[in-house]
């Protein structure tokens, strides 16, 4: 009796040990398919959140491309234009592509120097000078209308033709 009793105190102690590992191997494996579940939606997550950047940064860069340095055309207006010369309006229109400056100019000679710049400027063409510009000798009311290059204006290199 003390042998059976015996034999199946040592079949249970293997079959508990047997359920212990088993038990042991399931939480493991269940610890580790929670951890590589977190990491996919993690993954999931972070792939979401690049599309996002990726639309983003496809909209700044359309953006960026449609983007005209506007300042370009006033910096270099300012350093062909005489000191007697007063603008009252500039006008741009991108859409129309359409440049328009009116003011007063003080002399004739300054109004004239100021349409032969701008006859050299790479981001206009088709300059109209009225002849009413230069009728008279002094203290000048004047338009000058022309046609924008906005690619030239966009590539931020405006130079004299």
Not at 7 to 13: G, Q
Not at 19 to 27: A, D, S
């Amino acid at each position: 009796m003390k042998s059976i009793n015996s034999v199946i105190i040592f079949f249970v102690l293997i079959i508990s040990l047997m359920l212990l590992t088993l038990k042991y191997t399931i939480n493991n494996y269940y610890q580790t398919e929670l951890i590589n579940n977190n990491l996919t939606k993690k993954v999931i997550e972070n792939n979401i959140d690049n599309k996002n950047f990726s639309a983003q940064f496809d909209n700044i860069s359309k953006i960026q491309e449609e983007f005209t340095p506007w300042s370009v055309i006033f910096k270099t207006l300012s350093l062909n234009i005489k000191d007697d010369i007063t603008a009252s309006i500039i006008h741009l229109d991108r859409n129309k592509k359409e440049f328009t400056i009116s003011g007063r100019a003080g002399k004739r000679e300054s109004l004239l120097e100021m349409k032969k710049s701008l006859d050299n400027f790479d981001f206009l063409t088709n300059i109209d000078f009225p002849l009413k510009n230069i009728l008279e000798k002094e203290n000048i009311d004047f338009e000058i209308k022309a046609d924008l290059i906005v690619e030239n204006i966009r590539n931020n290199t405006p130079t004299e033709k």
